[in-house]
């Protein structure tokens, strides 16, 4: 991949693919494809397959996905499966079939089973059951890394698939009721300290272990895997370290300045145990995150007050 390439960013205006544009700029790429909801509607095949030989590229990074949290994971299983089913089978089947060099899946970590032994290497997909939550989001990204694979297999398609562990960062979805813990938790503090409230309610106890990755750092071991990997076989990409639930609410109130108490709401789901990724296959292709956990949220919170809603 030339910095001169055509290279198609799908899902462009969302958190993974805006980062994905920004990396890619950085390193003077000029012939960045955007695809965003305006441009194309990667749900539907022909207006996929269009788009595609209109605009002809030789790279495609797919980020675009129907993403959510855990109570949006939850209450609309039909939605999260059959849009992500959609918007992944359009854009392989049409990369392949219109002669793209190589694409990039991103899948999540979520589709490992719930049970998972830890830290999780690559080699546990499809090794138990998955967490109830978010099994149609995971479903998904499960087919989404078996067609990678089996194109690659039959027609010898060179499409690779990375499984980045929690992300955050700019243009996160900071709503409560369908984001991530992460930017919830910005938004709720956010919001109590500027209320003066008391306290301040989260769903679970607190115990559940997670691991966080900054997406600048996601999308710059997506260019060195679209640079390095062409292996059928999935990859993890996370920080190899996890904190507990109940820690990162400490970490983001301090950042915030929110004083008042955290109260655990432990009638609501927990979701899975603990979910930290393996990393050494990632890391032998040089890549390393670079951005600290508490860092990371810093500057995300900055973001956020600057773009708030």
């Known amino acids: 991949m030339d910095s001169d390439s055509r290279v198609l960013v799908a899902g462009a205006s969302g958190m993974v693919g805006s980062a994905i544009v920004r990396n890619l700029e950085s390193k003077g790429y000029t012939n960045i494809i955007k695809g965003t909801r305006n441009d ?69 970590s979520c589709i490992y089973p719930k049970f998972a032994k830890q830290p999780i290497t690559e080699d546990q997909l499809m090794t138990g059951i998955l967490e109830p939550t978010n099994e149609g989001y995971s479903l998904a990204k499960i087919v989404g890394v078996k067609m990678c694979q089996v194109y690659h ?95 990162l609410a400490e970490i983001i109130c301090d950042v915030v300045g929110y004083n008042g108490e955290v109260v655990w709401n432990s009638t609501k789901p927990n979701g899975t145990p603990r979910k930290v990724l393996n990393v050494d296959k990632i890391k032998s292709l040089g890549w390393n995150p670079k951005i600290s956990l508490f860092e990371g949220i810093k500057t995300t919170f900055e973001w956020y007050k600057k773009n708030e809603i």
């Not at 600048?216 to 639930?245: F, Q, R, W």
Request: proline share 4%.
């Open 40 to 108: 194309v509607d990667f749900t539907n095949q022909k207006e996929t397959n269009e788009f595609i030989e209109f605009v002809k590229p030789d790279y495609v990074f797919l980020a675009a996905a129907k993403v959510g949290g855990i109570m949006a994971n939850a209450n609309y299983k039909a939605d999260f499966l059959t849009e992500n089913l959609n918007i992944q089978t359009n854009i392989i089947d049409s990369s392949y079939r219109l002669g793209v060099k190589k694409l990039l899946f991103l899948g999540s």
């Open 153 to 247: 297999q039959q027609y010898g398609f060179n499409a690779i698939s990375l499984m980045p562990t929690n992300l955050y960062g700019p243009n996160d979805n900071f709503n409560p009721e369908t984001s991530h813990v992460l930017p919830g938790f910005i938004s709720k503090f956010h919001k109590a300290k500027k209320m003066n409230l008391s306290h301040v309610e989260c769903w679970g106890d607190g115990t559940p272990m997670r691991e966080f990755l900054h997406v600048d750092d996601l999308a710059e071991s997506c260019y060195t895997c679209m640079k390095m990997y062409d292996s059928p076989d999935h990859i993890n990409v996370g920080t190899g370290e996890d904190i507990t639930i109940k820690k």
